[in-house]
């Protein structure tokens, strides 16, 4: 069974970045599209950002536009989410996930396999 591997998270105080970063165990991310999913304290697992393999990206949480981004790093070959500007609402377990269809989805169901998670702390 493929799964993700999920990386960078950590404390970082408000106002500060973090660069997290998804990789494929044992194969690439090429071939999929690539979502990154938020989950708070006591809430829901959302979708905030999503690249599709053609390296279309998607933003679906009103709350990051202007300050993430989603890219594919293709010489290590990964998929990265840079998070500027973080605030103490960020704070949560960052997910990456896949999904073979070309497009992007903010469902989670939709998606095939997961990472573990990376813990992301906001606070001074």
């Known amino acids: 069974q493929l799964h993700l591997v999920e990386s960078g998270g950590g404390l970082v105080q408000p106002g500060g970045s973090l660069r997290l970063s998804c990789s494929g165990n044992?194969?690439?991310?090429?071939?999929?599209?690539v979502g990154w999913f938020r989950q708070a304290p006591g809430k829901d697992r959302e979708a905030i950002l999503c690249?599709?393999?053609?390296?279309?990206?998607?933003v679906y949480a009103d709350s990051v536009k202007g300050r993430f981004t989603v890219s594919r790093d293709n010489t290590k070959k990964t998929v990265e989410l840079q998070m500027n500007s973080l605030k103490p609402e960020d704070t949560g377990i960052f997910y990456c996930?896949?999904?073979?269809?070309?497009?992007?989805?903010?469902?989670?169901?939709?998606?095939?396999?997961w990472g573990l998670g990376t813990q992301v702390t906001v606070s001074a």
């Open positions: 044992g194969f690439t991310l090429d071939n999929y599209s």
């Open positions: 996930a896949i999904r073979a269809n070309p497009a992007c989805s903010p469902y989670v169901p939709r998606y095939l396999f």
């Open positions: 690249i599709t393999n053609g390296g279309g990206t998607v």
